[in-house]
């Protein structure tokens, strides 16, 4: 059987009792590290806190084996229970739904465990949840790379007063474009994108593209940390954000469509 266990979004604590059960009663247990990490990261210390709690050694799955390597892990899973935890719900990244198709073609057994993700825990800023139209991922501008594909569905959503959550880049393990080329990998840095980063490429979208999806004086919700005791949610102009520090990763950021006026009344909390 292969496990795909949710862990939350806070600490090793936030796991379910379903979750931790099926933990402890598999032979190997893999941690999915590049689509999101929880808010200890993955220092060492920190992963020995998930190893004394779930009793089991973990092994850290990065971008190269998930992509490259995962037949390895099916192939384990079809001889004895494996667990794949993933941060977050288990659904939360199309990665994990390509797993779950490669394993039912090798004929692997699954089995899924639901938990808190930034999808749904993001309801704490006080926006309604069926109000949003569709999420966009921001991933960070190079010299050459200046991708803005998810310009065209702020508009869809600006245009249908919904509002739009931007998931921010996570680099872990990223190989650089010079060992690529020369054939033998050397990592990037881990680097984790910020609200601040997030909103002065959007700007500079809008500038070029200049369909109006956006402005500097549009509101928005920055959110770092969602669901850890130390989250912080800071509401105002998008142009004012770009001023706020808000500490370390994950960040994400949230650009508001029409608003209720109970939404209006819990967004109060959070401004500036």
Request: hydrophobic fraction near 40%; glycine fraction near 8%; include cysteine.
């Amino acid at each position: 059987m292969l496990y795909i266990v949710g862990l939350g979004l806070g600490d090793e604590r936030d796991i379910t009792v379903r979750g931790l059960d099926a933990v402890r009663s598999c032979s190997k247990i893999y941690m999915e590290a590049y689509t999101s990490l929880l808010s200890l990261g993955l220092d060492p210390a920190a992963l020995a806190n998930l190893e004394k709690l779930y009793g089991k050694e973990i092994t850290v799955a990065d971008r190269e084996m998930v992509e490259e390597r995962v037949d390895q892990v099916l192939l384990e899973a079809a001889d004895a229970d494996v667990a794949f935890l993933v941060v977050g719900d288990p659904f939360g990244a199309t990665t994990h739904t390509d797993l779950v198709v490669r394993a039912k073609k090798m004929g692997v057994q699954v089995k899924v465990i639901h938990n808190a993700s930034v999808m749904n825990a993001i309801g704490v800023c006080g926006l309604q949840l069926y109000r949003y139209g569709e999420t966009i991922s921001i991933p960070f501008f190079t010299e050459e790379w200046r991708p803005d594909s998810f310009y065209k569905k702020i508009v869809n959503n600006s245009q249908l007063g919904l509002h739009t959550l931007c998931l921010l880049d996570i680099r872990v393990k990223e190989p650089t474009w010079e060992s690529l080329a020369r054939g033998k990998k050397v990592y990037e840095p881990p680097r984790f994108m910020t609200v601040n980063t997030a909103i002065s490429q959007l700007l500079e979208v809008e500038e070029e593209r200049g369909e109006s999806a956006y402005g500097k004086d549009t509101l928005c919700i920055g959110v770092a940390r969602l669901g850890s005791d130390d989250q912080k949610i800071v509401a105002g102009p998008m142009e004012k954000l770009l001023d706020v520090d808000f500490g370390p990763p994950l960040h994400c950021l949230i650009i508001v469509g029409e608003t209720h006026p109970l939404e209006e009344e819990m967004l109060e909390f959070y401004k500036m």
